[in-house]
T-cell receptor, first 115, second 111 residues
C-alpha cells in the first residue's frame, strides 16, 4: 500500500463515545499532521509531530488527544466530542518540517459525524 | 487578518479557456507557496509549489508568485471539465513551520 492511509473513512459517534482515528504513511516521511476541515472554513492545523515528537498543538480542546508511536503511525483519540466537532479529519505527512521538505501529502480523510 | 485569502467563487470557465485563481497572503516574509486541488469528498492533492518570484510551469498549470505584492496565482490552460474542483492555496509564513490554508476557490469548467 502506498501514500497516506486513514481509517475509518466514515465514523458516526455519540457525544459520550470514545473512538480513535488512525493514520499510516508509507512514504518514509518524518513529520505527520492532523487537520480539521469544516464547511466554508480553511483547513485548520491541529497537531504536528516531527520524528515522533509533538511540535505544534494549536489550542486544540483536550477532548482530542493525539498519539504518535513512530514516524509512520499517527492516532487521534476522541472522547466526549460535541456536534460542532463534526468535520473531515485529514492526516498529512511530509519529509520534514522546514523549507522544501514541508510539502505535505494528504490521506483520504475520516468523515466524522457527532450526534 | 486572515493569513491567506482566496475568492471562494464559484469561478466558471468554458472548456478550453484559461482559468485564473488568485491568492493573497499577509506575512511579507513568507517563503513557500503551494497549490492543492480538492475534488468534492476527497482529500487535497498537491498540484505544485513555488518559492521564487516569477512563473513556474508544469504541464497545463502555471504558478505565478509576486512577493512584493504578496500574491500567488494559478493559471490553468486549456481547462477541462476534470479540472472542476476546489483549489486551495497554502503558505508557510516566515514566522513558523506550519501551513496556512485559504478557504479555497471553487472552479467549474463548463463543457
Amino acid at each position: 500500500e502506498t501514500g497516506v492511509t486513514q481509517t475509518p473513512r466514515h465514523l458516526v459517534m455519540g457525544m459520550t463515545n470514545k473512538k480513535s482515528l488512525k493514520c499510516e504513511q508509507h512514504l518514509g516521511h518524518n513529520a505527520m499532521y492532523w487537520y480539521k476541515q469544516s464547511a466554508k472554513k480553511p483547513l485548520e492545523l491541529m497537531f504536528v509531530y516531527n520524528f515522533k515528537e509533538q511540535t505544534e498543538n494549536n489550542s486544540v480542546p483536550s477532548r482530542f488527544s493525539p498519539e504518535c508511536p513512530n514516524s509512520s503511525h499517527l492516532f487521534l483519540h476522541l472522547h466526549t466530542l460535541q456536534p460542532e466537532d463534526s468535520a473531515l479529519y485529514l492526516c498529512a505527512s511530509s519529509t520534514g518540517t522546514s523549507g522544501v521538505q514541508e510539502t505535505q501529502y494528504f490521506g483520504p480523510g475520516t468523515r466524522l459525524l457527532v450526534l | 487578518q486572515k493569513e491567506v485569502e482566496q475568492n471562494s467563487g464559484p469561478l466558471s470557465v468554458p472548456e478550453g479557456a484559461i482559468a485564473s485563481l488568485n491568492c493573497t497572503y499577509s506575512d511579507r516574509g513568507s517563503q513557500s507557496f503551494f497549490w492543492y486541488r480538492q475534488y468534492s469528498g476527497k482529500s487535497p492533492e498537491l498540484i505544485m509549489f513555488i518559492y521564487s518570484n516569477g512563473d513556474k510551469e508544469d504541464g497545463r498549470f502555471t504558478a505565478q508568485l509576486n512577493k512584493a505584492s504578496q500574491y500567488v496565482s494559478l493559471l490553468i490552460r486549456d481547462s477541462q471539465p476534470s479540472d472542476s474542483a476546489t483549489y486551495l492555496c497554502a503558505v508557510i509564513p516566515n514566522t513558523g513551520n506550519q501551513f496556512y490554508f485559504g478557504t479555497g476557490t471553487s472552479l467549474t469548467v463548463i463543457p
